[in-house]
T-cell receptor, first 112, second 117 residues
Framework: GQNIDQPTEMTATEGAIVQINCTYQ??????LFWYQQHAGEAPTFLSYNVLDGLEEKGRFSSFLSRSKGYSYLLLKELQMKDSASYLC?????????????WGLGTSLAVNP | GAVVSQHPSWVICKSGTSVKIECRSLDFQATTMFWYRQFPKQSLMLMAT?????????EQGVEKDKFLINHASLTLSTLTVTSAHPEDSSFYICSAPPSRTASNEQFFGPGTRLTVL
């Protein structure tokens, strides 16, 4: 079957660094996405990885290892507004079907 | 970035009535749109893939006769929840991947919160 695992909850301190891990087992791989979702709002796109390595975008970075079926999202200089749910999603198949397989999300609480 | 709108943003209805939710891509064409449902403190659950000009593809366990999807044009998909019941109360979100984005990133609408009394 297809499966995406990520921790349910994490807590960190304002100004610190936090790493949210995601492991996946899917039939095929055609890209991994990270989304941020605040309570009561729709998800917003954070990052996309399709090749191995690190993608950096401001305070957020995302890493991918396809051989290990592993990704992480790194958040630096944490701010209170970073308290949200972080969703890992994998596009399993290429072609016109762009359906994503979603993890259950990691709820991050940033404390002062 | 691409913009997806949803209407209404929230709706309250009586049990047994039908509710229509619209999803529009405002500045791009979308041959495919996705409809999700999200219960409190849970992740997104894909309900169906809406295809312009053809029938929607429903995920296992989703009743196609209860959740009617119509992809009327390249910028509009509608989800109708028929004979709504309290257990249908949820946050419904649509998304669309612009065809010209290399990553095929999905842009989400703001969501519709449905409450069935």
């Amino acid at each position: 079957g297809q499966n995406i695992d990520q921790p349910t909850e994490m807590t960190a301190t304002e100004g610190a660094i936090v790493q949210i891990n995601c492991t996946y087992q899917t039939s095929g791989f055609n890209g991994l996405f990270w989304y941020q979702q605040h309570a009561g709002e729709a998800p917003t796109f954070l990052s996309y990885n399709v090749l191995d390595g690190l993608e950096e975008k401001g305070r957020f970075s995302s890493f991918l290892s396809r051989s290990k079926g592993y990704s992480y999202l790194l958040l630096k200089e944490l701010q209170m507004k970073d308290s949200a749910s972080y969703l890992c999603a994998v596009r399993g198949n290429a072609g016109n079907n762009r359906k994503l397989i979603w993890g259950l999300g990691t709820s991050l609480a940033v404390n002062p | 970035g691409a913009v997806v709108s949803q209407h209404p943003s929230w709706v309250i209805c009586k049990s047994g009535t039908s509710v229509k939710i619209e999803c529009r891509s405002l500045d791009f064409q979308a041959t495919t749109m996705f409809w999700y449902r999200q219960f409190p403190k849970q992740s997104l659950m894909l309900m169906a893939t809406s295809n312009e000009g053809s029938k929607a593809t429903y995920e296992q366990g989703v009743e196609k006769d209860k959740f009617l999807i119509n992809h009327a044009s390249l910028t509009l998909s509608t989800l109708t929840v028929t004979s709504a019941h309290p257990e249908d109360s949820s946050f419904y979100i649509c998304s669309a991947p612009p065809s010209r984005t290399a990553s095929n990133e999905q842009f989400f609408g703001p969501g519709t919160r449905l409450t069935v009394l």
